[in-house]
């Protein structure tokens, strides 16, 4: 069965970090771009950041570019996007998402065909 999970959402005080991980299962991750979106309710998934499966393309949205970093480990068939500097305004569902071809990066949620179920991040004092 296809499968990704996502972890390490969570509440952070502004100006905080936290690291989500996207572990897959059911297929191996190598040959895929990787992207994380995110949701707040009532609005449009938001692409994030992305990672072509030879990591030479990356993406990031304006808003995140210096704070969130995304990576991957195609060892442990897990991406991972690290977000320090946290703002109320990152507060969001996040999503990762896979698909193929995996060499350029997408931000068009359309174009992703595996999702995850979302981790909750929640950005406050």
């Known amino acids: 069965q296809v499968q990704l999970v996502e972890s390490g959402g969570g509440l952070v005080q502004p100006g905080g970090s936290l690291r989500l991980s996207c572990a897959a299962s059911g297929f191996t991750l190598d040959y895929y771009r990787i992207a994380w979106f995110r949701q707040v309710a009532g609005k449009e998934r938001e692409g994030v950041s992305c990672?072509?499966?030879?990591?030479?393309?990356?993406y990031y949205a304006d808003s995140v570019k210096g704070r969130f970093t995304i990576s991957r480990d195609n060892s442990k068939n897990t991406v991972y996007l690290q977000m320090n500097s946290l703002k109320p305004e990152d507060a969001a569902v996040y999503y990762c998402?896979?698909?193929?071809?995996?060499?350029?990066?997408?931000?068009?949620?359309?174009?992703?065909?595996?999702w995850g179920q979302g981790t909750q991040v929640t950005v406050s004092s």
């Open positions: 998402a896979a698909d193929i071809p995996g060499y350029v990066c997408s931000d068009d949620p359309d174009r992703y065909e595996y």
């Open positions: 990672i072509s499966s030879d990591e030479r393309d990356t």
